[in-house]
């Protein structure tokens, strides 16, 4: 790894701390780092270009949530005359004002990522083409399809003092047409909005793949819907609306509360208005009017507008444009047991390494509580399942079977409000009994509790996951499963639920944390003893996995740290508010973040404790709170420790050592905030680590057997290099 004090290529020199600004860097400006880092693989030229496009829908996806949600929040507070000032000391103007700079040249710089994409998939006989190259069969078919498939499901609205400006829903895309025509005499503006229930994108047939974007369809055949009129302009927009829900103290029903806040949200605050650089001056001046939003908000683009929905075109079945397929592992060790999870968790304790080992084991764990007639009870939390989900289909299994099932249901997760609604009834149909935890907290904590009858009495097996119960984010999201029926464990779960469900705050608990009532505390109390060890010359480091850093007093004991002589090294994939690397601040601090084929979501804080990392007198959590102010004061999440040798080592000797030892995929941060990547694009460099690839070929410790013993599983080793 580079040097901590090493300055990123255009900077004079470390910035000093003298005021918050030098101190850290603002929360939305990191995020927008972290989505430059995510738009920068699509021009990975390492890359198969179908994958480019994925990474380049991916980064138009989350700047749309990032509009929605944080930019839209930073103009709330303008409204309403807050001026709480961010991390670094700015006001909600200055940032909005930095940010929106920002936003339009990652616009920018997406369009130009497309235009330079579409080029090279046509070489590879994959067009996203305009009509007018097409030739006349094609052009011929797509008329067919127009008049037949798209004609029905649009709707053109006159826009005059007798037909108000209709409504366009939150992401909604739609064409204005200026028309005229002269018998009998008539100038009108009309609006075609873009119906969600149509593809986005629309492959013609024939052995080459040529997409075509509906709305060039729409315009391209827009005198078939305006037949005897003159077309005088014409323009494509889009809209993002404010999509935050703000839950009111004095609601009296959650499940109706959000239900109406889910509506409401589809027709909230207009945010940024999109346009095509060729919009008509008179159809562009009625949009900004009507949408009453910010000129600074308003985005025109000469290229495509709505770029997330280019992921239909990742759906093409071209395998050599696509990373080779990688099916998950199996653990062998819940093999030797004939699959059979209990008693492989009461054999020993395990960690399942998604998505490079399947999530199977999850669903299965819980189906088998299902049918097993000596489970008594199932607790669960739920925060987001996917639309499809095994694990709702276990739970409600498990209550139809005669089990007692609890379902703490999370109904303030983002974007899943209206789907964790639907699975709650559903869950309640079926006998669950459904609690939604605390009005004023998310629960976000991953935890499932089943209590089982065995010869020797009831025995508790527990889960503590790193990520969500989603089958579709295991597949590529990575995050630690972690299995185990210790006794103070289960206990402690058991409190935990206790406190969800019945506002019982847990007393005696015996291993884990729970925020937001200890959680930081206990972490602080960690780097603490850390410090100690460093001024008392013993060896002192920290290592952190986590996806995002923004809590001030925990940035502050880690500046602490660093000052004692504490060696702290971080994979943060995201936001993070630290500097790292300033001279008498943070100079024993680095960070890097990770961006490739698998989305990092884990989080892990490793503690040397005495000896140098990685060793087994180290201690080791996972957990499921990042290190926000949202997740350690507002949020219900949980810290566990990891002790079992096996699992201990793979944790630690295996996850993070292969976070830290990687340099394919990792951009370092640098003392003014910004990020370089730790190898530049092109060969495959022969001494490079790729911890995707290490993990994709080697079985994890805990998973791997009985043939552990034959010494099956490479051991991953620091260089002396990587310690300096």
Not at 26 to 34: D, G, K, P, T
Not at 172 to 192: I, N, S
Not at 680 to 693: K, L, S, T, V
């Amino acid at each position: 790894m580079n040097a901590p004090e090493k300055i990123a290529p255009g900077a004079s020199s470390a910035p000093s701390c003298d005021s918050p600004a030098e101190r850290y860097v603002n929360r939305e400006l990191s995020w927008l780092s972290f989505n430059r880092r995510v738009l920068a693989e699509s021009e990975n030229t390492r890359y198969p270009l179908l994958e480019r496009l994925r990474f380049l829908s991916i980064s138009a996806s989350n700047l749309d949530e990032f509009t929605m949600v944080r930019i839209a929040g930073l103009e709330g507070q303008m409204q309403r005359g807050i001026e709480t000032t961010g991390i670094d000391g700015r006001s909600p103007r200055q940032q909005l004002d930095a940010i929106r700079e920002q936003v339009i040249a990652v616009e920018e710089r997406q369009q130009a990522s497309l235009q330079e994409l579409r080029g090279l998939l046509r070489e590879e006989g994959i067009l996203i083409a305009d009509i007018a190259e097409l030739d006349e069969d094609q052009q011929a078919w797509l008329e067919t399809y127009f008049t037949t498939d798209i004609m029905p499901l649009i709707t053109p609205q006159a826009i005059d003092p007798a037909h108000p400006f209709p409504f366009v829903q939150n992401m909604g895309m739609g064409a204005l047409f200026r028309l005229k025509r002269a018998k009998p005499k008539l100038d009108l503006m009309e609006m075609v909005l873009i119906p969600s229930a149509a593809p986005r994108f629309v492959r013609v047939p024939g052995e080459q793949a040529v997409y075509v974007a509906i709305e060039k369809l729409i315009v391209h055949y827009a005198r078939e819907i305006f037949p005897g009129f003159k077309i005088l302009g014409d323009g494509m927009f889009r809209v993002l609306r404010d999509s935050d829900i703000e839950v009111e103290d004095e609601a009296e029903d959650l499940v109706r509360y959000y239900r109406s806040a889910i509506q409401r949200r589809r027709r909230g605050r207009a945010v940024l208005l999109e346009l095509d650089d060729e919009c008509d001056a008179q159809a562009e001046a009625l949009l900004r009017e009507e949408f009453n939003v910010d000129s600074a908000m308003v985005i025109k683009s000469g290229g495509m507008l709505g770029l997330r929905e280019l992921s239909a075109i990742c759906r093409e079945p071209r395998p050599d444009l696509k990373f080779p397929p990688f099916s998950p592992r199996f653990p062998e060790r819940i093999l030797e047991h004939d699959g059979d999870c209990f008693s492989a968790i009461k054999a020993k304790d395990i960690v399942i390494h998604h998505p490079y080992e399947s999530f199977e084991v999850v669903v299965d764990f819980l189906r088998q509580a299902a049918t097993d007639p000596n489970v008594v009870s199932i607790k669960q939390t739920l925060y987001r399942a996917g639309d499809q989900s095994p694990v709702i289909a276990a739970l409600i299994d498990a209550a139809q079977n005669g089990k007692a099932v609890t379902a703490v249901v999370e109904l303030k997760a983002r974007f899943d409000e209206e789907r964790n609604i639907r699975w709650a009834s559903e869950l309640e149909r079926a006998g669950v009994q459904v609690i939604y935890g605390f009005m004023e907290l998310k629960t976000h904590a991953k935890v499932s509790l089943v209590v089982r009858r065995e010869e020797d009495g009831y025995r508790t097996y527990c889960h503590f996951g790193t990520g969500n119960y989603h089958p579709i984010n295991a597949k590529i999201y990575t995050d630690l499963s972690f299995f185990t029926a210790d006794p103070a464990l289960g206990r402690d779960a058991a409190k935990l639920f206790n406190y969800v469900t019945g506002y019982v705050e847990p007393r005696g608990v015996e291993k884990i944390a729970v925020s937001p009532l200890n959680l930081s505390e206990r972490l602080f109390e960690l780097i603490d003893r850390e410090i100690a060890h460093a001024r008392a010359g013993k060896p002192a480091g920290i290592w952190v996995k986590l996806n995002s850093l923004t809590n001030r007093p925990m940035i502050d004991k880690l500046y602490e740290a660093s000052q004692a002589g504490v060696e702290i090294r971080m994979v943060i994939r995201g936001i993070c508010s630290l500097r790292a690397g300033l001279p008498g601040l943070s100079e024993n601090i680095q960070v890097k973040s990770i961006i490739g084929r698998f989305l990092e979501h884990s989080r892990i804080w490793c503690f040397a404790n005495g000896k140098d990392l990685p060793s087994r007198q180290a201690e080791v959590f996972i957990t499921s709170a990042d290190a926000m102010s949202r997740n350690l004061d507002r949020r219900v999440e949980v810290l566990v420790p990891v002790t079992n040798k096996t699992v201990h080592d793979q944790v630690l000797g295996q996850v993070m050592l292969a976070n830290m030892l990687d340099t394919e995929q990792s951009w370092e941060l640098y003392p003014n905030g910004q990020y370089e990547r730790m190898r530049d694009d092109g060969p495959e460099d022969a001494n490079g680590f790729n911890c995707h690839h290490y993990f994709m070929s080697n079985p994890s410790l805990s998973g791997r057997g009985a043939a552990l013993e034959a010494g099956a599983v490479p051991r991953l080793k620091l260089k002396d290099q990587d310690r300096a």
